[in-house]
Nanobody
Framework: QVQLVESGGGLVQPGGSLRLSCAAS????????MGWYRQAPGKERELVAT???????EYADSVKGRFTISRDAAKNTVYLEMNSLKPDDTAVYYC??????????????WGQGTQVTVSS
């Protein structure tokens, strides 16, 4: 069973920084993409950033220039460096990975989520 374990969330003041990590294990398939979504109270889950093979990145407009996604392929780990954090960034952040199960089937797996709170 594929496992995604997130870490690095917490409480930070506005303008501060946090680094999230997500380690995938028991993969068994090619990773097409890894990334992060977030969900704030009362809002829908939204894409924050994704990194596709080999190193193509995409970001939500709201985080461009402040967040950086990276990946250590050898460790099957994805990182999200978050700088200049704002209260609007407060949310539960979920890691995901898309695995190429076979030539025509890609399956997405999710982490359990990690809370990020930006508040003074």
């Amino acid at each position: 069973q594929v496992q995604l374990v997130e870490s690095g969330g917490g409480l930070v003041q506005p303008g501060g920084s946090l680094r999230l990590s997500c380690a995938a294990s028991k993969i068994g398939f090619v990773i097409n993409a890894m990334g992060w979504y977030r969900q704030a109270p009362g809002k829908e889950r939204e894409l924050v950033a994704t990194i596709r093979n080999p190193t193509r990145t995409e970001y939500a407009d709201s985080v461009k220039g402040r967040f950086t996604i990276s990946r250590d392929a050898a460790k099957n780990t994805v990182y999200l460096e978050m700088n200049s954090l704002k209260p609007d960034d407060t949310a539960v952040y979920y890691c995901y990975t898309d695995l190429q199960i076979d030539v025509a089937y890609v399956k997405r797996y999710w982490g359990q989520g990690t809370q990020v709170t930006v508040s003074s």
